[in-house]
């Protein structure tokens, strides 16, 4: 045998070791693995989930293999935690090992690792860190931050009594008071309602959070390395993205050149005089791309969730009216009408508080929750899950487990409710997740909850166009997202 046709049977021979000892190691490893359906190259079990209910298509394989098992969707391989015992004692009895972020292709495409949501490592503790701390001293929590969503709620109300009484879309009409509160926050100023910009970055937001809860994509959260470049409905979503970011960059030059280090007026000027104290440090993370992407995952998240539920929890009432007249009833005998809600009032109101409750819990806004990733080789429940692995920790089967909710598929405000009509805490609803990973807005988002809530009950009762036989409570989408149907309202002043 000639020398080159010798070296290339030595090369061959050693690549089929190689890939081999790799098979091998991969079937050892897999082994350790929690159970699963059996993938097939590259499309992985595509064919046992819809993409068009991939939270429904999750249960369904939990029904076989149990609270913790292997999917492989495309090429991602993904432990699936379901039902309450699992998520808590993986989010909170190891919440260091499972504190990861995984993949969230539509959203990591425009951020790319960077910000406060969708970030790892030092880089997502820092930014979190700073987030949290820097939303509290804006009032997050506070006194403060009430009596901005109480002046928000001014011009809420105001848009309601425009609609005289007429059928009416509560879509934009939400989002845009929901979002103004942390507008203010992030950029130092309210929006008017009928301000282009403004709309154009509320029905941003909304477009991305339709689009991650189709069937489409679902396919690209599967399969984006090569889905990003083919044509479809991401180029129109990703170019609004785009915009989000550009408006934002606008935002961060106007701010720099008007900044006070001594007096910083939002979010924005607080990462810049955080960037100026780093400058020096060649291993920070606090530089414009991280300064951009969080605050438009503050933005974004600050805005779709909050106005989502409450969209979803209108629907509910306008399909349970007496659900609606107990809650007014409430409201007339703790708060009358002669002054605005406010925090206070929330622990002698049981009633309602349980109906906000209940809207969230069924609306299950992010039934898959934000994936995971395990930080370490992490031991689970007698399996081996090695480090980088992904992990979904299913919200919606916490919400919906059976042994924490009586009926866990029907809309009732008695899950939060004792015998004796009092507020009854529930260790399952966490709607906001829980561990290390946990939405750091919660406190906001239930402050805003309950007081746009309150305010627009103690101001209107609701009408639908249609019997309330005939409204369909069943969402819209479900995807990464839960999106309830487009419907139209009235809105009659009291």
Known sequence: MDPLGAATLFLVICLSCLMVLSTWRQMHRKSQMPPGPTPLPFIGNLFQVNTSDMYRSLMKIHEKYGPVYTIHLGPRR?????????????????????????????????FRGYGVAFSNGERAKQLRRFSIMTLRNFGMGKRSVEERILEETHFLLESLRETKSAPFDPTYVLSRSVSNVISSIAFGNRFEYEDKEFLFLLSTSLEIFQFTSTSWGQLYDMFSGIMQHLPGPQDKTFKKLLGLKEFIKRKVKENEETLDPNNPRDFIDCFLVKMQQEKENPNSEFFLENLVCTTANLFFG??????????YGFLLLLKYPEVEEKVHEEIERVIGSSRTPNMDDRPLMPYTDAVIHEMQRFSDMLPLGLARRVTRDTQFRGYTIPKGTEVFALLG?????????????VFD??????????????????????GKRYCFGEQLARMELFLFFTSILQNFRFKSPIPPEKIDISPMLVGFATVPRFYEMCAIPL
Not at 83 to 102: H, I, P, T, W
Not at 302 to 311: A, C, F, I, K, W
Not at 419 to 428: P, S, Y
């Open 302 to 311: 600050g805005t779709e969730t909050v106005s989502t539920t409450l969209r």
């Open 413 to 434: 405000p008695q899950h939060f409710l004792d015998e004796n009509g009092q507020f009854k805490k529930n260790e399952a609803f966490m709607p906001f997740s829980t």
């Open 397 to 409: 089967s916490v919400l919906r487990d059976p042994k924490h909710f009586a009926r866990p598929d």
């Open 78 to 110: 993904v432990v699936v935690l379901c039902g309450y015992d699992a998520v808590k004692e993986a989010l909170v009895n190891q919440a260091e090992e499972f504190s990861g972020r995984g993949e969230q292709s539509a959203f990591d495409w425009i």
